[in-house]
C-alpha cells in the first residue's frame, strides 16, 4: 500500500509560481508519479508525469510554464508551476503507480486570480 501526501497548493496571482510536493510512503518500487489536476466542472486530467527511464510528459497546456522533477532518495516528486493563469486553477493530485496499482493523494487546491 502506498500513500501520497501532498503540498504546496495555495492562492497566488496570475503570472506567479507555485512548487507542488507530494511524498509517497509505503513501497520503494514505484515506476511512475505524477500530478493530474480537476478544475470545477471539468474532467481530471493528467498535467504532468515522470517514469523510470522516460522523458517527462506535459499536457500541453502546461508545456514551458510547468516543470516535474523527482528525488527517487526521498520518494518524492515537485511540480513547478510558474507563469500560472487563472484557468490553472484545479485540485491537483498525486498519482503513483507500484507494481501495475494506482495510487492518489488526497489533492491540494491551487487558486490564481486574475
Known amino acids: 500500500q502506498v500513500q501520497l501526501v501532498e503540498s504546496g497548493g495555495g492562492l497566488v496571482q496570475a503570472g506567479g509560481s507555485l512548487r507542488l510536493s507530494c511524498t509517497a510512503s509505503?513501497?520503494?518500487?514505484?515506476?511512475?508519479m505524477g500530478w493530474y489536476r480537476r478544475a470545477p466542472g471539468m474532467q481530471r486530467e493528467l498535467v504532468a508525469r515522470?517514469?523510470?527511464?522516460?522523458?517527462?510528459y506535459y499536457a500541453d497546456s502546461v508545456k514551458g510554464r510547468f516543470t516535474i522533477s523527482r528525488d527517487n532518495a526521498l520518494n518524492t516528486v515537485y511540480l513547478q508551476m510558474n507563469s500560472l493563469k487563472p484557468e490553472d486553477t484545479a485540485v491537483y493530485y498525486c498519482?503513483?503507480?507500484?507494481?501495475?496499482?494506482?495510487?492518489w493523494g488526497r489533492g491540494t487546491q491551487v487558486t490564481v486570480s486574475s
Open positions: 509505503g513501497s520503494s518500487r514505484i515506476s511512475a
Open positions: 498519482n503513483a503507480v507500484s507494481i501495475d496499482l494506482e495510487y
Open positions: 515522470i517514469s523510470n527511464g522516460r522523458t517527462p
